[in-house]
């Protein structure tokens, strides 16, 4: 069974653009959830879809957005890019079991780089 | 707002010593995941407990969910170079759908 892919694995951008990430979740898993990770802050929640809608939100500034497609792919757009969102974007597949919960299984995560 | 505390945020050990990792909150969680992170790569999963109490074994690793399911720890055995990374717990809340997840613990084994 193929893991969570997420392309591409290294981006640099200059301040001002926008960029683009793209996520392919387990097959048969519905939701799909975004984080921001840093070395200051950690995992920061970002937002997360389940069956093409947004579901919960993280407290993100509205540059940051997502969506998702019929076949559970996700995508995050960041706009207007500034220094600060520089960080390791990570994507998380789950199937949510009532016995075990929403167990997350990450894809290797985009490392953006903003200069 | 559901929080999760971790302590410690850094431990440096050495091979064959044991130790144990705290991830604590107020809240009360319906279950609780235990993933270990490499750097460059995403979190992996490593166990979840769902059970106030229940005790759960990886190899060297025993996971303990308290018996308010609001606290679980993470005790490694003999640890080993390979445990090296960062060690994250995150809990959901059945009703909210979503992980919330602590700011991990940093471990490092020397040889």
């Known amino acids: 069974k193929a893991g969570v892919t997420q392309t591409p694995r290294y981006l640099i951008k200059t301040r001002g653009q926008q960029v683009t990430l793209s996520c392919s979740p387990i097959?048969?898993?519905?939701?799909v959830s975004w984080y921001q990770q840093t070395p200051g802050q950690g995992l920061q929640f970002l937002f997360e879809?389940?069956?093409?809608?947004?579901?919960n939100k993280g407290n993100f500034p509205g540059r940051f957005s997502g969506r998702q497609f019929s076949n559970s792919r996700s995508e995050m757009n960041v706009s207007t890019l500034e220094l600060g969102d520089s960080a390791l974007y990570l994507c998380?597949?789950?199937?949510?079991?009532?016995?075990?919960?929403?167990?997350?299984?990450f894809g290797q995560g985009t490392r953006l780089t903003v200069v | 707002t559901q929080l999760l505390e971790q302590s410690p945020q850094f431990l440096s050990i050495q091979e064959g010593e044991n130790l144990t990792v705290y991830c604590n909150s107020s809240?009360?969680?319906?279950?609780l995941q235990w993933y270990r992170q490499e750097p460059g790569e995403g979190p992996v999963l490593l166990v979840t407990?769902?059970?106030?109490?229940e005790v759960k074994k990886l190899k060297r690793l025993t996971f303990q969910f308290g018996d308010a399911r609001k606290d679980s720890s993470l005790h490694i055995t003999a640890a080993q170079p390979g445990d090296t990374g960062l060690y994250l717990c995150?809990?959901?809340?059945?009703?909210?759908?979503?992980?919330?997840f602590g700011d991990g613990t940093t471990l490092t084994v020397k040889p």
């Open positions: 879809y389940f069956s093409e809608t947004q579901r």
């Open positions: 995150a809990g959901q809340n059945t009703n909210a759908g979503k992980s919330t």
């Open positions: 407990v769902v059970t106030g109490g």
């Open positions: 809240s009360v969680f319906s279950s």
């Open positions: 998380a597949s789950s199937l949510m079991l009532p016995r075990t919960g929403a167990e997350a299984f």
């Open positions: 097959s048969g898993h519905r939701s």
